[in-house]
């Protein structure tokens, strides 16, 4: 069973930065892809950031363009989420996925991606 698990979400006033990390239990790790999602309160799922596997494609959505930047360490089996110069509207629960088939796409759509972490709150304060 594929686990992921997210770790660095956290309470910081509006501007400041944070460090989300997903760590990956399957092996091997380096092709497949990673998405980044998230929930606020009373709304669906909204892509945030991807990473394709191998030749590490990114795409972002919008709304983080500029302020977020995704990495990966194949080595660590992990995946980081850069998020600085954050928002109020940022609030919200980010999930890591691991996308369904091994492949260098970026992919923002949920359904592309299998297997999701539990979460980790990130609440930015005005």
């Known amino acids: 069973q594929v686990q992921l698990v997210e770790s660095g979400g956290g309470l910081v006033q509006t501007g400041g930065s944070l460090r989300l990390s997903c760590v990956v239990s399957?092996?091997?790790?380096?092709?497949?892809?990673i998405g980044w999602f998230r929930q606020a309160p009373g709304k669906g799922r909204e892509f945030v950031a991807a990473?394709?596997?191998?030749?590490?494609?990114?795409s972002y959505a919008d709304s983080v363009k500029g302020r977020f930047t995704i990495s990966r360490s194949n080595a660590e089996n992990t995946v980081y989420l850069q998020m600085n110069s954050l928002k109020p509207e940022d609030t919200a629960i980010y999930f890591c996925?691991?996308?369904?088939?091994?492949?260098?796409?970026?992919?923002?759509?949920?359904?592309?991606?299998?297997?999701w972490g539990q979460g980790t709150q990130v609440t930015v304060s005005s």
């Open positions: 399957r092996r091997p790790f380096s092709n497949y892809a």
């Open positions: 996925a691991l996308e369904r088939s091994p492949g260098t796409s970026a992919s923002i759509w949920y359904y592309n991606y299998s297997y």
């Open positions: 990473i394709g596997g191998n030749n590490w494609n990114t």
